[in-house]
């Protein structure tokens, strides 16, 4: 079955800390992975694609992930983290076969402290 | 600027009552969908359309229904059938053009659904 699977339910960072946010997924074919921030009470905005090739991958707000196969995983990094990251994250998976439907993990939520 | 408006923002629905939540993109996109959205269980798919009068139930469809009758607009009503309504609903769509979905999906500001 696909899942995505986000371990963590909330995380503390102080401001200027490095973030990690993981993500692990499960899906029978090559996957596509998305991350999405979501502020209090909006929309989700994309912070970042992966479908093929280089395995590190840049988004915006100065994120990046990294798609590792042997381990199911992508995780979202930060090298330094400002309190406008404060949000909730959400990885995704999909892929072309699965009729246009996005798989969405749990969400974690970041909080920056001062 | 294109994008994809949801309305209400906040929305109330009485017991036994039906309510009908807004999504309308100006993206010219094929594909559109409807989430909820609870605290701490992500979001979740009620139903999804890949073309104009065609849509198919996700994984929470009892108590919702759909219609896709212009390709920019997608409402949601929450039918008296749907016991616990409560919740935050988000409206995305996909230029999915063959129905790939290796594109990311654009959101809208979402409506929050409370019982009165």
């Known amino acids: 079955a696909q899942s995505v699977t986000q371990p963590d339910i909330h995380i503390t960072v102080s401001e200027g800390a490095s973030l990690e946010l993981r993500c692990n997924y499960s899906y029978g074919a090559t996957p596509y992975l998305f991350w999405y921030v979501q502020s209090p009470g909006q929309g989700l905005q994309l912070l970042l694609k992966?479908?093929?090739?280089?395995?590190l991958v840049q988004g915006i707000k100065g994120f990046e992930a990294e798609f590792k196969r042997s381990q199911s995983s992508f995780n979202l990094r930060k090298p330094s983290v400002h309190w406008s990251d404060a949000a909730e994250y959400f990885c995704?998976?999909?892929?072309?076969?699965?009729?246009?439907?996005?798989?969405f993990g749990s969400g974690t939520r970041l909080s920056i402290r001062p | 600027d294109g994008g994809i408006t949801q309305s209400p923002k906040y929305l109330f629905r009485k017991e036994g009552q039906n309510v009908t939540l807004s999504c309308e993109q100006n993206?010219?996109?094929?594909?559109m969908y409807w989430y909820r959205q609870d605290p701490g269980q992500g979001l979740r798919l009620i139903y999804y359309s890949q073309i104009v009068n065609d849509f198919q139930k996700g994984d929470i469809a009892e108590g919702y229904s759909v219609s896709r009758e212009k390709k920019e607009s997608f409402p949601l009503t929450v039918t008296s059938a749907q016991k616990n309504p409560t919740a935050f609903y988000l409206c995305?769509?996909?230029?999915?053009?063959?129905?790939?979905?290796?594109?990311?999906?654009?959101f809208g500001d979402g409506t929050r659904l409370s019982i009165l």
């Open positions: 995305a769509s996909i230029d999915s053009g063959q129905g790939a979905s290796d594109q990311p999906q654009h």
């Open positions: 995704a998976v999909g892929g072309y076969s699965s009729a246009s439907k996005i798989i």
């Open positions: 993206l010219n996109h094929d594909a």
């Open positions: 992966y479908f093929s090739g280089d395995t």
